[in-house]
């Protein structure tokens, strides 16, 4: 019984940390779209009327969106949706949980370069379910999708063709980055092959698709891209401003509250489990918005010397810096700049 109840906990918390995970790394556009989809699935969560919603219809960006916000449109599919749209096998939640994340996790060349010991970590799932569904993603269209780096996406693709030359792999592995520094004698001692099969062996490679996720979309569908953030200079410095209506604000209802505190014992686990599920994704929306407005106050920090000057100096700050300052893992800043827009204002003051 007590193992059962520790799995469960477990399953719980791994779901809460993937859709945590998830929610941050989505647009405003997504994360609006996101909660209509909850708000229709599940009765107790209720849409607060915002006079100031500014929504996404044509009609209010055209209106209210400046030119130079104006985006090509992008009509592509998304790599997820093609992903997702090739899995025809049926997966507990907790495991279709992590497909997602790992699927939102791939990078626009469509590589997983989290270490999957890592992910586990994070998502508190086991290592061999990671693996699992790490190997199921390299299975899907297009060939290569889902690896750690370029040189797994391209054995990934000659192992699809049904190669059979070992010496081809190892040339992969081990003898690219030498023919990229031009050392074809070292390659030649290294690997015992000549350079006839060096050439047949590039020839072969550049047939394949180091970039598998390259040809799909990775933006918006819009065509304005609205910021989060807004930074404005004032009188005593610089302002951040988050824009929360840029998507529906929600709470859970209090006539589903009260009922389920009338309702019999017995009969309270679907109403819990519907508000128990509200609450975190109004906790995972927070988590969301103090994330980007904390890695947005950590840049404009660092690049006070631009903000004040766009003539100024523009200092180097990778990502694995903005994590250490932060306190987090070097893929939640991956997650919160990809998709989210800043915007910065040094002619208003207030």
Not at 209 to 227: C, D, M, Q, V, W
Not at 296 to 317: C, M, T, V, W, Y
Request: charged content about 30%; hydrophobic content about 30%; overall charge negative.
């Amino acid at each position: 019984m007590e193992q059962k109840l520790e799995f469960k906990q477990i399953q719980t918390i791994s779901q809460r940390v993937i859709q945590i995970n998830r929610i941050l790394q989505l647009t405003s556009k997504q994360l609006d779209e996101y909660i209509l989809e909850e708000s229709e699935t599940n009765p107790v969560i209720e849409i607060i009327e915002d006079p100031e919603y500014s929504g996404y219809s044509r009609r209010k960006q055209t209106e209210s969106v400046p030119d130079d916000y104006l985006s090509n449109a992008d009509d592509r599919e998304s790599l997820r949706d093609h992903l997702l749209g090739q899995v025809t096998a049926s997966f507990r939640d907790n495991e279709q949980w992590l497909l997602e994340y790992l699927v939102d996790s791939l990078d626009d060349n469509g590589y997983l370069i989290e270490d999957p010991a890592e992910i586990a970590e994070q998502t508190g799932m086991k290592p061999a379910m990671v693996q699992k569904m790490i190997t199921l993603i390299q299975s899907l269209e297009p060939a290569g999708v889902g690896a750690g780096d370029m040189k797994e996406c391209l054995l990934i693709q000659v192992r699809r063709r049904g190669n059979e030359d070992e010496k081809l792999e190892r040339f992969i592995r081990e003898g690219l980055d030498l023919y990229a520094q031009g050392k074809t004698g070292l390659l030649q001692n290294l690997l015992s092959i000549s350079r006839e099969e060096i050439q047949e062996y590039i020839s072969q490679i550049r047939e394949l698709n180091p970039r598998p996720g390259a040809g799909f979309s990775h933006g918006e569908k819009t065509t304005y891209l609205i910021p989060d953030i807004y930074i404005e200079k004032t009188e005593n410095g610089f302002e951040i401003i988050f824009n929360p209506h840029l998507y529906h604000q929600i709470r859970v209802s209090e006539e589903y509250r009260q009922l389920y505190k009338s309702m019999p014992k017995e009969e309270k686990q679907y109403l819990r489990e519907r508000i128990q599920r509200a609450n975190f994704l109004q906790h995972s929306i927070t988590q969301r918005e103090t994330m980007i407005t904390s890695l947005a106050r950590l840049i404009l920090n660092k690049q006070e010397e631009f903000f004040r000057d766009p003539e100024g100096s523009l200092h180097s700050l990778r990502m694995q810096d903005a994590a250490d300052e932060l306190h987090v893992h070097v893929s939640t800043i991956s997650r919160t700049v990809r998709g989210n827009i800043c915007s910065a204002n040094a002619e208003s003051s207030r």
